[in-house]
């Protein structure tokens, strides 16, 4: 069974250039999450679809980070334009998402490491 | 609000010691609560879970008890080996009406020398 599949892994990139990550999740899955992770900060949940559709995006941090599901098995992470603090690394995760569930588990993908110079 | 605390690593252990990561919440509803595992180069993976009050979740010989009483969601494990080096984290879930996100605590990083 092919798990959360993220690409690409590794992106380095100058500032003011547009990102976009991709993320494949498992088959079935119904729900989708995208996290941040920091030295400083740890683990940020920046917005989770159920459905395909975005139920909470709080977590994004600013009008330069957009995120889409236009079907069931992929996701994208725009960030546009990108600045040096955003370097982080993004993980794409994935989860049977039947509502109420709250004991699920999710399935996270390798992660992409992002460095913006 | 939601929240996850965990104690600050890094935390040093010789092979076979005993180990124990404190983890407390604080949660306006009921929450299921889970550690994850995090290997270097890798994404998150799912130790144990336990999703009501004095439940046991149990893995790889980690275990940790749902405590409502002092809100707490310890990891134990007798004997730690070179390979559970990793860092590892607490996190809390609660459903709504469209699904379920989890809160993250901020990581224990466990190094463990032969």
């Known amino acids: 069974d092919a798990g959360v599949i993220q690409s690409p892994r590794h992106e380095v990139t100058e500032m003011g250039q547009e990102v976009t990550l991709r993320c494949k999740p498992i088959?079935?899955?119904?729900?989708l999450f995208w996290y941040r992770q920091t030295m400083m900060r740890g683990l940020e949940l920046l917005i989770y679809?159920?459905?395909?559709?975005?139920?909470?995006d709080s977590g994004m941090p600013e009008d330069r980070f957009s995120a889409k599901m236009p079907n069931a098995s992929f996701s994208t992470l725009k960030i546009q334009p990108s600045e040096p603090r955003d370097s982080a690394v993004y993980f794409c995760?994935?989860?049977?998402?039947?509502?109420?569930?709250?004991?699920?588990?999710?399935?996270f993908g390798p992660g992409t490491r992002l460095l913006v110079l | 609000g939601n929240s996850v605390t965990q104690m600050e690593g890094p935390v040093t252990l010789s092979e076979e010691a005993f180990l124990t990561i404190n983890c407390t919440y604080t949660?306006?509803?009921?929450?299921?609560l889970f550690w994850y595992v995090q290997y270097p180069g890798e994404g998150l993976q799912l130790l144990l879970k336990?999703?009501?009050?004095?439940d046991k979740g149990s893995n790889k010989g980690f275990e940790a008890t749902y405590r409502k009483e002092t809100t707490s969601f310890h990891l134990e494990k007798g004997s730690v080996q070179v390979s559970d080096s990793a860092v590892y984290f607490c996190?809390?879930?609660?459903?709504?009406?469209?699904?379920?996100?989890?809160?993250f605590g901020k990581g224990t990083t466990l190094s463990v020398s032969s």
């Open positions: 995760a994935s989860s049977s998402g039947l509502a109420g569930l709250a004991q699920e588990t999710q399935y």
């Open positions: 088959s079935g899955h119904n729900s």
């Open positions: 679809f159920n459905n395909n559709v975005p139920i909470d």
């Open positions: 949660a306006t509803g009921y929450p299921s």
């Open positions: 336990a999703t009501k009050a004095d």
């Open positions: 996190a809390l879930s609660l459903s709504n009406q469209a699904g379920t996100a989890l809160i």
